[in-house]
């Protein structure tokens, strides 16, 4: 009998092992992405869940991850979810709550748009009707440097970035009603959303991601609090309809 109970006892620790959650990030090591995955980890390993942490390297790895896992939870945006390639569609079944929402913001030396700005390298596409020089970076804490140091006169930030910067002409918020010179400019309300995709995980784990004190205080510091709707059909919309816009 007692060999029976050891038996089971193995197999139930076997299980337990083998059901560890992934949490998949779709980028190098070292950016925003891994920055916020490491907190979620950290934070779930603190209330006792089992993650594994998995930096892919890039998207096309994610996605490939994601679809090969039993259980994941995937840190994504609009701008690498636009990616055809990357594509993971966002649905009902999928999505679980968005962390955080990054307006953008324009800035310039002067009071007006410099001639060549600074932009992430997968932006080209969201300036096409812009009169201006576009010089692409990895990403923007790169743009800052280069319009800091004067490689160009006007850039594309994420509000965080954009409000630490001094002696700066602030062009256009997106998340501003009042759009300014950029009236016109279709892409004028462009948010960035970082949020999470499921499968196959545990309420309880949601819900602990959900209160997350540490990314509830990034979101109030760097003017990142997340945009949410009631309706979970509203969430998606909202979330495609930017997705649409990164491509």
């Not at 995955?37 to 006792?48: E, F, R, S, V």
Request: charged share 25%; net charge positive.
């Amino acid at each position: 009998m007692k060999k029976i109970w050891l038996s089971v006892l193995m197999v139930m620790m076997l299980i337990t092992k083998v059901s560890a959650i992934e949490l998949i990030v779709p980028a190098s090591a070292g950016g925003t992405y891994h920055k916020f995955a490491t907190i979620i980890a950290d934070d779930l390993k603190q209330k006792g869940h089992e993650v594994k942490l998995v930096v892919s390297g890039n998207c096309v790895i994610g996605k490939k991850l994601w679809q090969q896992s039993k259980s994941a939870i995937m840190i994504n945006s609009e701008a690498t979810n636009s990616l055809e390639k990357c594509n993971v569609p966002i649905s009902k079944e999928n999505f679980a709550v968005n962390l955080l929402t990054a307006g953008w913001v324009i800035v310039s030396k002067t009071d007006s748009l410099g001639e060549k700005m600074g932009i992430v390298s997968y932006m080209k596409n969201i300036f096409k009707d812009l009169d201006v020089k576009l010089v692409p970076y990895k990403n923007t804490t790169e743009v800052k440097a280069a319009f800091l140091v004067g490689e160009i006169d006007s850039a594309f930030l994420t509000t965080g970035r954009a409000s630490s910067i001094e002696n700066k002409v602030e062009l256009l918020n997106t998340q501003d009603k009042d759009k300014g010179k950029f009236r016109k400019w279709k892409n004028n309300d462009l948010t960035l959303n970082y949020y999470l995709m499921v499968k196959n995980v545990d309420d309880k784990i949601i819900d602990a991601v959900k209160n997350n004190e540490t990314l509830g205080a990034i979101a109030s510091k760097k003017n990142m609090m997340p945009v949410t709707y009631k309706s979970l059909n509203k969430q998606i919309k909202y979330l495609k309809r930017n997705e649409k816009k990164w491509k």
